[in-house]
């Protein structure tokens, strides 16, 4: 169908999306990482949570950098007559066409990835196309989980521990700074949010490759995580979140071991603040994102999902820098993030920030740009007074229709 698509923002929520954007977007994507040279990776990689952030960004950086065969995992809504596809969908569509357009192989399986449908789905798509992979990316930032075993609900919370927290945030599409006040979480809430968040569903996607035979010798599998500044530990290290990323650690230990008979390794990679969906939801982190990109950018080490992921790939798993971790095992891709002189300058700014200054000494132009590009707005070259299709077919999903 074929329609003009007008930006409506509710919230931290985009209610529409539009392709041509979302395409151009992904475009970019490729064309920086053609642009950077091929270099030595993994040979068949599966993406859960391929769509959107940072899973997408390694899917590309894999297929295009490393000339991997991919499939990537994800739960994303086709157009319909009321409305356009979810963001995430038309980014997988595109990343296919242009997959097949330059002789890559890229497929996608549409579903829950916490149900162990969707786990049988993958394998049986490895076994067919692939035998084995030897990189299993897990990238799923979800609000809500059903068990797959128990059909138990879980959902997260966005809450510090032990007691409430005060501090401003912004209103990034209304420009306005504004104190908030962050209710401590329950138990329960914590256990929720763990249940959703935490390393569960990762260990049972290894679980379930490994009994199935499809994970190659000295596979590595990596989880994201962030850890940030003490400025937004009690929202973030210290709060909900905070637990579920701990647990995550402690799946990463128990999935070294059970690899052990593969030589394979389990890894998290700790990665630059970025805007996303989900730090969008999060009080507090929106206006440090300003202020960081304000930072970054003048320093010139500023970096997108694109950028961090090629970095990761080239340099940190599969290049010269192979063996930097810290002292935790973590691999630290935001260590511009944390370099002592930008988060000196953060903090020395942070309380001067106001209403009449925000524009001044924060980039929340460039924050709110990065978050209509999330949708496919506010791209170069894209004329959004003209029509355009809506209903976009994931090749590989239309073929697997077919069949």
């Known amino acids: 169908m074929n329609t003009i698509v007008e930006r409506k923002i509710r919230g931290f929520i985009s209610l529409t999306s539009h392709a041509v954007g979302c395409a151009k977007a992904v475009d970019e994507q490729i064309a920086y990482v053609k642009s950077q040279g091929k270099f030595n990776g993994p040979k068949n990689v599966l993406v859960i949570g391929a769509s959107t952030g940072y899973g997408l960004a390694s899917l590309i950086t894999t297929v295009f950098g490393a000339n991997a065969k991919a499939i990537g995992v994800f739960f994303e809504r086709p157009a319909d007559d009321k409305r356009t596809a979810s963001a995430g969908w038309y980014n997988a569509a595109h990343v296919e066409q242009a997959a097949l357009a330059s002789g890559h192989y890229v497929k996608s399986i549409n579903g829950d990835a916490f149900s162990d449908d969707i ?181 010139g080490t500023h970096e997108g999902c694109i950028e961090q992921m090629l970095r990761l790939f080239k340099n940190r798993l599969y290049g010269a820098e192979k063996d930097q971790r810290d002292a935790e095992g973590y691999i630290r891709l935001d260590d511009f993030e944390m370099d002592p002189a930008v988060q000196a300058k953060i903090a020395a700014l942070w309380p001067q920030i106001n209403n009449a200054n925000l524009a001044e000494l924060t980039d929340i132009e460039g924050y709110r740009r990065d978050f209509y590009r999330l949708f496919g707005f506010d791209m170069a070259d894209v004329d959004y007074t003209q029509p355009i299709e809506t209903a976009v077919g994931i090749p590989s999903l239309l073929e697997s229709v077919q069949v």
Not at 215 to 223: D, G
Not at 232 to 246: L, S
Request: with cysteine; proline share 5%.
């Open 119 to 299: 786990k049988l789905q993958a394998i049986d798509l490895i076994r067919r196309d692939l035998k084995q992979v030897d990189l299993v990316i897990y990238s799923v930032a979800s609000p809500r989980r059903i068990h797959p075993v128990t059909g138990e609900i879980f959902s997260s919370v966005l809450k510090p521990i032990g007691q409430d927290y005060c501090n401003k945030t912004v209103d990034a599409f209304r420009g306005e700074v504004k104190d908030v006040t962050l209710p401590s979480a329950t138990d329960s809430e914590i256990a929720n949010t763990v249940a959703v968040m935490g390393g569960d569903d990762w260990e049972r996607w290894i679980d379930f490759l490994t009994e199935a035979r499809v994970l190659a010798p000295h596979v590595v599998t990596v989880n994201y995580s962030y850890i940030g500044p003490d400025l937004t530990h009690p929202i973030y290290k210290d709060g909900t979140i905070g637990q579920a990323k701990a647990h995550i650690k402690r799946v990463a230990s128990k999935l070294n071991h059970k690899l052990q008979h593969l030589q394979g390794e389990a890894v998290i990679s700790v990665n630059k603040a970025v805007v996303t969906q989900a730090s969008a939801a999060i009080p507090v982190v929106p206006l440090y994102i300003s202020l960081l990109f304000k930072v970054m950018k003048e320093k």
